[in-house]
C-alpha cells in the first residue's frame, strides 16, 4: 500500500547495501533520510511531481505543485527548499528568499548534506556570495560526488566576480 511505501524502500535500501558489503545505516542516518522527504502521499506525490517539472524546466508547472505540497506539508524543508528553486526561476526573488529562509529554519533534522546544501541555496538567493561560497566548498570538500553542489559553487563564485577561483 501506499502507507507502507517507506518501509518496503527502506528494506530494500537495507539488502542492497548489505549485497554491496556497504554499512546498515544507523538510526540517526534512518531518520534523516525520512526527515527529507514528505511524509504524506499527496504531498510526496506533489513534491515529486514538482521535482520533475523543475528539471524539464517547467517552472510555472513546478510552483502550482509545490504550493500545493507545502500547503499539504508545511513543515518539511525539502518542499520549501524546492518551491523556492521554482519561485527563482520565475523570477520572484523575495518569495524566492522567503521560502529559502523557511527551508533553512526548518532543516535541523536534515543530513550535514541537505542542511549544507539548503543553506547554500538560502545564501546564494540573498545574493550573500562569500557566505554562499563558503558554504558550497564545504559540501564539494565534504561530499565531493556531489556535482550539483561543485556547479552552484562556481555560479555563486562567477556572481561574486570570482570566476578564476572557481577553477583552482
Known sequence: TEGSLFEVAA???????????????????????????????????????????????DYLGARDLLVKAVAAEPENAAVHGALADAWA????????????????????????????????????LAHDWPRAAETYRALSRFFPDNLDSGLRLAAVLSKDGKEQASFG
Do not use: C, N
Open 11 to 57: 528494506q530494500a535500501g537495507t539488502k542492497l547495501r548489505g549485497e554491496l558489503g556497504a554499512q546498515a545505516l544507523t538510526a540517526e542516518a534512518a531518520t534523516q533520510v525520512q526527515a527529507s522527504l514528505p511524509p504524506k502521499g499527496e504531498a510526496m506525490r506533489l513534491y515529486a511531481e514538482g521535482r520533475a517539472k523543475i528539471a524539464s524546466f
Open 89 to 124: 526561476a520565475l523570477g520572484y526573488t523575495a518569495t524566492a528568499q522567503e521560502e529559502a529562509k523557511r527551508a533553512l529554519d526548518l532543516s535541523s533534522t536534515l543530513s550535514r548534506e541537505e542542511q549544507l546544501f539548503i543553506e547554500g541555496r538560502y545564501r546564494q
